[in-house]
């Protein structure tokens, strides 16, 4: 799959010389300056299953503790509020995949930091960004989660692979749904690739990187 089929390669060229941070405007190396990734994404105790921030470093917050989980562990970048938000919908809706360079970098920061604070924590075997439906990917030209997924494999050294879970049904957008009505609109919505699943072992470790879509995702391969 070309995911970059409609990107030109000037365009990205233009893009990483313009040497501006994406939310403060100050003259930066990279999209994000040093300064707003310290400000805008600064480390915090959280449930390493729903995200929520915790007053102290604790794996799990007292609601998680009574539920089953079908992932080990969540790791956050930051809560979605500006500048993530508005970063994300350049990514997302405004054809801006270069972004997604600067966001899998401070991924990627935030892996390394989960991995510090929990020692017993596992280097993912594969990375599975969650699909696109196709009309959508027409549409889009490329998907995000894959653009992100790509570039924080590269930063790491691990495998990642597009093609290994499907997109078994379109659904809504996301964006004005709450929790429940996310978790329903996404059931049964990706399932993994049957004729190469088995051949990565899909039931085995995973990192979680996108909210509930990862948990539905995870558990419909479980599923299988
Ligand atoms: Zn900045
Ligand atoms: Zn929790």
Redesign the pocket.
């Known amino acids: 799959m070309s995911l970059l089929s409609s990107l030109s390669v000037a365009d990205y060229a233009v893009q990483a010389l313009a040497g501006r941070c994406e939310v403060c405007r100050s003259w930066s190396r990279d999209r994000l300056c040093t300064a707003c990734r310290t400000e805008f994404a600064a480390p915090m105790p959280r449930?390493r299953?729903?995200a929520?921030p915790l007053p102290r470093s604790e794996p799990?917050?007292g609601?998680?503790l009574r539920k089953a989980f079908s992932f080990t562990h969540c790791v956050t970048v930051a809560d979605y509020a500006h500048p993530w938000d508005r970063l994300i919908t350049r990514l997302k809706f405004n054809g801006r995949a270069e972004l997604a360079v600067a966001l899998a970098s401070v991924l990627d920061q935030a892996v390394t930091r989960a991995m510090l604070v929990d020692d017993t924590l596992p280097s993912p075997a594969l990375l599975l960004p969650v699909p696109l439906s196709e009309s959508r990917l027409c549409e889009r030209g490329y998907n995000q989660a894959w653009e992100l997924a790509r570039h924080l494999a590269r930063t790491r050294g691990l495998a990642a692979r597009p093609d290994l879970l499907l997109r078994w049904r379109d659904t809504a957008h996301q964006t004005h749904l709450n929790l429940a009505e996310r978790e329903r609109n996404l059931r049964q919505a990706f399932v993994a690739d049957p004729r190469r699943a088995h051949r990565h072992q899909l039931r085995g470790r995973e990192r979680r990187v996108d909210g509930g879509r990862a948990h539905r995702a995870r558990r419909d391969v479980r599923g299988l």
């Open positions: 449930c299953r729903c929520l799990s917050c609601e998680c």
